[in-house]
């Protein structure tokens, strides 16, 4: 058994138009945890790779007669199925380097020359065989975390779903009290009331946010044709932003085929929270878009507050919360809004950053695919 420590044989196939080579290429390599399939030529070989899909190494004879071995690797790097098999040329051919470079154009990922030295040989094969035990490890957690993970985002939608209609009966009974003219008479009982229903709302608006969250990364999302200027022109108008804030396209939005939820959830955190710390009488909140060779670069752009010097690397990270001093109260910040923003970006391949001063306000910016 290899270092690996596998009870899982590891397959070769040696392939060789000579039958003494394939049995005396067997002798050298043999070990107890190893199986080898033999084939005498280049169509036999592929029939065995596609007949048997645990194949990890591949000792391929250049030299045969229906079909060279050049060819045979060209084929199996051609098909997703076959393209990650380890490809040793063994070959008696010359040693120029012009047939060495062409065996690693073709695909192979070593080059052995006959007469084989025994003990590079087998030595070679040692390491191809752990490094193919070491990738399904590899394969095998990175799938188990897959499934971790999807496991966490279901108990997630399930507690936060469970939550939220408790918590919607709490708010709704904390609206009778602030109703009651009884207590609407008590200011010390009316401040507790007030501290309750805002600690509520906040609450509510964090489960949503969870909720969001754990539906973004269940439910499959389809690549359709989006009017970026439609799409923003109909988020707008059901944001009802107050009446002192002017929300302005600056240039002419892109029309192209992508994940519009995704999208759509992006310019919507934003400009949502363009709108609520907006502090200017006349508030202005400016969407643009700067087209590249890969990518469009969007901005949404506002005349607010700004975000301090010292607050700007935090915005992105989970649960981190503002609160807009000039208020009387919480402005509802969840913090995870932006921190999912950030982690689309990275499922999308793009990335988002931003630039504020105190005086003109903040701009964020973010890559997106074309």
Not at 243 to 261: E, G, M, Q, S
Request: charged share 25%; glycine share 6%.
């Amino acid at each position: 058994m290899s270092i690996h420590g596998s009870s899982v044989p590891f397959t070769i196939l040696l392939v060789d138009d000579r039958d003494e080579n394939l049995v005396s290429l067997e002798a050298v390599l043999y070990k107890e945890n190893r199986r080898f399939i033999k084939s005498s030529s280049g169509n036999d070989a592929l029939k065995q790779v596609l007949k048997n899909e645990d194949i990890g190494l591949i000792m391929l004879d250049v030299q045969m007669p229906d079909m060279d071995g050049f060819e045979v690797a060209r084929l199996l790097k051609s098909n997703s199925k076959t393209k990650d098999i380890s490809i040793i040329f063994v070959t008696a051919i010359s040693r120029e380097e012009q047939y060495v470079l062409k065996g690693f154009e073709e695909g192979a990922v070593d080059y052995l020359q006959k007469p084989l030295d025994i003990s590079v040989t087998q030595a070679k094969v040692n390491v191809f065989e752990d490094l193919y035990f070491y990738q399904h490890q590899l394969k095998a957690s990175i799938s188990e975390l897959q499934k971790i993970n999807k496991q966490l985002e279901k108990f997630v939608y399930i507690v936060a779903h469970d939550l939220k209609s408790p918590l919607s009966g709490i708010i709704g009974m904390l609206g009778l009290l602030e109703m009651d003219k009884q207590i609407a008479g008590n200011s010390e009982t009316m401040e507790y009331v007030n501290l309750l229903s805002n600690a509520a709302y906040h609450l509510s608006g964090m489960i949503s946010s969870l909720l969001d969250y754990s539906r973004k990364s269940i439910d499959q999302q389809t690549v359709e044709e989006v009017d970026v200027n439609v799409m923003i022109t109909e988020m707008v108008f059901l944001l009802f932003p107050p009446k002192n804030i002017t929300i302005k396209i600056v240039d002419r939005l892109p029309v192209f085929a992508t994940k519009k939820l995704k999208l759509q959830q992006v310019f919507q955190n934003l400009i949502s929270n363009a709108i609520k710390y907006n502090d200017k009488a006349a508030g202005l909140i400016e969407v643009g878009v700067i087209e590249k060779d890969d990518c469009y670069e969007f901005y949404v752009k506002d005349n607010g507050p700004g975000i301090p010097a010292e607050r700007q690397k935090d915005v992105f990270n989970l649960f981190h919360t503002s609160v807009n001093k000039s208020a009387s109260k919480v402005d509802g910040s969840t913090g995870v809004g932006l921190n999912i923003v950030k982690m689309m970006m990275a499922e999308e391949g793009g990335k988002i950053w931003l630039e504020s001063t105190p005086v003109g306000g903040t701009i964020f910016f973010f890559e997106w695919k074309k």
